[in-house]
């Protein structure tokens, strides 16, 4: 690269809210072991809100024959990550709660999605719905945020054309 590109390069980011939300979904996704050894998967973000699934497996059934309530937790406490973190300022849980309401069983496709009710300094609250695929409410999570030092994704380094 010639010193006349490099001066040219920028580190930018996405101006656009939606398209910085799925880029530090990406990012958090790529980074998270946890979330992608339990098959969930993420359907849709943006900025305070998103949307995931996990299919319920052999492996993830507790003595009843249901679905383990750490794994239904895990699946809405990913999804709060990745609202919370949507607007791309590193942020982490301060607390939450869950309340089940019905059982998962093997073969259930479980439906989390995530929806801010409070953005306010550092700190957020965020309703999460889990169902399943007959839109049976499964669990209710309640998380608090507190936003923390950095971002989701630093600025990404172009060259102009």
């Known amino acids: 690269m010639s010193t006349s590109q490099a001066l040219a390069s920028a580190a930018v980011l996405p101006d656009d809210p939606q398209q ?44 009843h024959q249901t679905c383990h309530g750490g794994f239904i937790f895990a699946l809405a406490d990913s999804t709060f990550a990745f609202a919370c973190n949507s607007r791309n300022q590193a942020t982490v849980a301060s607390g939450c709660t869950i309340d089940f309401l019905a059982p998962g069983f093997e073969g259930d496709v479980l439906t989390a999605e995530a929806a801010e009710s409070s953005l306010a300094g550092r700190t957020g609250v965020y309703d999460i719905l889990v169902t399943n695929q007959e839109g049976r409410r499964i669990a209710l999570f309640r998380g608090r945020s507190y936003r923390i030092k950095g971002q989701v994704v630093d600025a990404i380094e172009t060259t102009p054309e």
């Open 20 to 63: 910085l939300a799925e880029l530090a979904a990406r990012a958090m996704y790529a980074k998270d072991p946890a979330t992608q050894a339990l098959g969930v998967r993420l359907l849709d973000v943006g900025p305070g809100h998103a949307r995931m699934s996990m299919t319920v497996r052999a492996d993830m059934l507790n003595g």
